[in-house]
């Protein structure tokens, strides 16, 4: 990680911060499918205007493509659409909070996957994340059923989905595409499949005229939450690797909060802090260099 990595992976943490209020507003005037489809489809329409304008050729083949649907459904569609419902009920800064919890889902998921096996460090940050899950959503809520509870779950089972989209993350590695590349072929795949989805559940002749506020954080959302942000983080993913743009995760609650605390109105309980920071606590077990840090000091050996 240089400083032109951490410079991104600041920016990529803010531009994944702002899009919490974003769905929040966008979702209040547009059901969530819309929404879904509005975002992965102007993102796909501006980053096919880049890659014609700087000449990129646009990715081809059936391995990308095939690549591109798989992360698509799994990255995008699935918890995209689980997240937007949710959002209708969950303040901002408990969403991102939540999904702050798919490294723990991460680690498991590459554990029985793939070669990648679970470390004791990870092993242990994964423990450490799902207490924090369990924090948040707590035991009354989740024994009352109270209206809360299924929006949380959804948010559970959006990691999931991300988690397995890991998998065919590992791939893009090997197809020599470029960030810009990269982010058109899953931008464009998820239009393709969300469609029709939307299409069907939400026929555009029933739907009434949304706010201008909707509108313009749907647009905000494809433009700088999306194609922009997708740009960075594969960008961070090819030069730095997995580990490294996973710590954007630890960044984002904090924005989101922010916002939703300075602009949104929103108050934050101090079980949201708690399950927070046990979320942030097995991520730096994940990421494993702060224990390695920690040994080599135990061992007198310094930070070198």
Not at 248 to 261: D, E, S
Request: charged content about 10%; some cysteine; overall charge positive.
């Amino acid at each position: 990680m240089d400083a032109a990595n951490w410079g991104r992976l600041l920016a990529l943490a803010g531009l994944w911060g702002f899009s919490f209020p974003f769905i929040k507003l966008a979702v209040a005037d547009i059901p969530p499918l819309v929404v879904l489809f509005g975002r992965v489809s102007m993102a796909a329409v501006v980053l096919g205007a880049m890659l014609a304008l700087t000449r990129t050729p646009f990715p081809s083949g059936r391995a990308a493509w095939l690549t591109f649907l798989g992360m698509g459904l799994t990255n995008n569609l699935a918890p995209w659409w689980l997240q937007l419902w949710g959002q209708q009920y969950l303040p901002v800064g408990l969403a991102s909070i939540l999904n702050a919890a798919t490294p723990a889902f991460s680690v498991v998921a590459m554990h029985l996957l793939t070669e990648d096996k679970a470390t004791p460090s990870r092993a242990a940050g994964v423990v450490l994340g799902f207490a924090g899950v369990a924090v948040l959503i707590g035991p009354g809520l989740l024994f009352s059923g109270g209206h809360q509870l299924w929006p949380e779950l959804a948010f559970m089972l959006a990691c999931v989905f991300y988690a397995i989209s890991g998998v065919f993350g590992r791939r893009f590695g090997r197809l020599g595409l470029n960030s810009m590349q990269t982010a058109f072929g899953l931008m464009t795949a998820t239009t393709i499949m969300s469609a029709p989805v939307a299409f069907i559940v939400n026929p555009p002749w029933t739907l009434a005229t949304p706010g201008q506020a909707a509108v313009l954080a749907l647009i905000a959302l494809a433009l700088v939450s999306t194609a922009i942000a997708f740009m960075l983080f594969f960008r961070i993913l090819v030069e730095a690797g997995p580990t490294n743009v996973m710590l954007v995760t630890l960044l984002v609650p904090v924005v989101a909060i922010w916002i939703g605390v300075a602009f949104m109105g929103e108050t934050v309980e101090p079980r949201n802090f708690a399950g927070m920071g046990l979320i942030g606590l097995g991520l730096v077990c994940i990421d494993g260099r702060a224990i390695t840090a920690l040994h080599r000091l135990i061992a007198g050996r310094g930070l070198r």
